[in-house]
Each structure stands twice: as structure tokens, then as C-alpha cells.
């Protein structure tokens, strides 16, 4: 029997069977990044310290996967970590950017290592008594990451987030793309009992 025997194959050309879709590279043709992925490339395979290898993956990570984090949560993040009342005592390492946070009113002494700093916050920081380190600087000073914490921003606190999900349905906390509160802006279905149901609140 023809069709028993016969299976239809793949084009493996055309892209068929290619299911590993995680990053190897970056996709930035940055050069001072392109500098730290062979770096910590380097750091990842001669030492065994398993944070050279997640920074690695992190520095191929895209802007919207490596957010932003202020100096509030650092500081605050760092005392749910570090024994003692000496933040300093360990380096707090984001692979994104640290930005200022004016509701902050003393930023403790701090010693920071991050791909970017805003300009405030690395005046802040320096004037605090701490130091802002670069990603090399970093890898001179602990090569296998010891005395460091790692830390990253929240993802889902990109305006965008806000409006996944269907806003109207019961239970929803979508945010209506449309910022008008008329009548005739997303007031229907789901908002009134003539146009199928209205949600309980």
C-alpha cells in the first residue's frame, strides 16, 4: 500500500525542524556589547561560577526583556539581601540601566555595576560614598561573581502590559486602549445589559 508507506517530508530549507529560537548572540551591533559577550563568553566557559554564564544569556536578552531599575529598588532590594546595615559590602549587578528615583530621599552608600547609569543616579550614588562599575571592571574585580547580587527590573511594568487581556470581560483588569470615557469608546459589550451582558463589579 502506497500511502501506508508513505510520509510526507519536511522541508528542512524552508526552515522546518529549526525549534531552538533562544538567543546566542545579540542582535545590537553595540560594540562595547559585542566587547562583553566575548568577555563573559570567556568568563562562562574557563570558570565554573554559574553567574558569568546567566550574565551572558542576560547581555543577549532584548531592551524590553532587560528593564530598567531604580535606585529605590536596589537599595531596598539590597537590604532584604545583605547582613547588616553595610550595603556597600556586596556589588549589586543589573545587565540593563539604573535609573534616578526622586521619591528616594537618602541613597545609601552603594556599589553598583550595570551597563548604564542615568546621569543623576550615578551623581547620587557617588555622592553617597559608592561606585559605579562598569561590566570589564566587574569581571576584574570578581571574575566568578563572588560578593555579588544579582538583580533585574520588572518586565510586565512596561506600559504595553497594561493592555493585555480583554478590557470589558468579567474579571479583567485590561486598560482600554482608548483614553476617552464617552459613550461610544469601548462602552458596549460588556458595559451595558442591552449590549450582551454588563459585568458585576
Known amino acids: 500500500n502506497f500511502s501506508a508507506n ?31 559577550v566575548r568577555l563573559y563568553s570567556f568568563l562562562a566557559r574557563r570558570t565554573n561560577a554559574k553567574f558569568n ?12 526583556n532587560r528593564p530598567p531599575i531604580s535606585l529605590s529598588k536596589i537599595a531596598s532590594l539590597m537590604r532584604a539581601r545583605v547582613s547588616g546595615d553595610d550595603l556597600s559590602s556586596k556589588i549589586a549587578v543589573v545587565v540593563g540601566t539604573v535609573t ?4 528616594l530621599i537618602v541613597v545609601p552608600k552603594m556599589r553598583v555595576a550595570a551597563l548604564h547609569v542615568t ?4 551623581a547620587r550614588i557617588v555622592k553617597a560614598g559608592g561606585e559605579v562599575l562598569s561590566f ?4 576584574l574585580q570578581s571574575p566568578t561573581g563572588a560578593n555579588t547580587i544579582l538583580l533585574r527590573g520588572k518586565v510586565t511594568s512596561r506600559e504595553a502590559y497594561k493592555h493585555f487581556g480583554a ?5 479583567s483588569h485590561a486598560k482600554p486602549k482608548v483614553g476617552h470615557k464617552g459613550n461610544n469608546h469601548e462602552r458596549a459589550r460588556g458595559r451595558r445589559a442591552s449590549r450582551g451582558y454588563k459585568v458585576k463589579a
Request: hydrophobic share 35%.
Open 6 to 36: 508513505f510520509r510526507m517530508g519536511i522541508d528542512l530549507k524552508a526552515g522546518g525542524r529549526s525549534k531552538r529560537s533562544v538567543r546566542t548572540a545579540p542582535k545590537s551591533d553595540n560594540v562595547y556589547l559585542r566587547m562583553l
Open 100 to 103: 534616578n528615583d526622586e521619591r
Open 119 to 122: 546621569e543623576t543616579a550615578r
Open 167 to 171: 478590557p470589558g470581560v468579567p474579571g
Open 136 to 139: 570589564d571592571q566587574l569581571a
Open 53 to 64: 554564564s546567566i550574565v551572558l544569556k542576560r547581555l543577549f536578552m532584548s531592551k524590553t
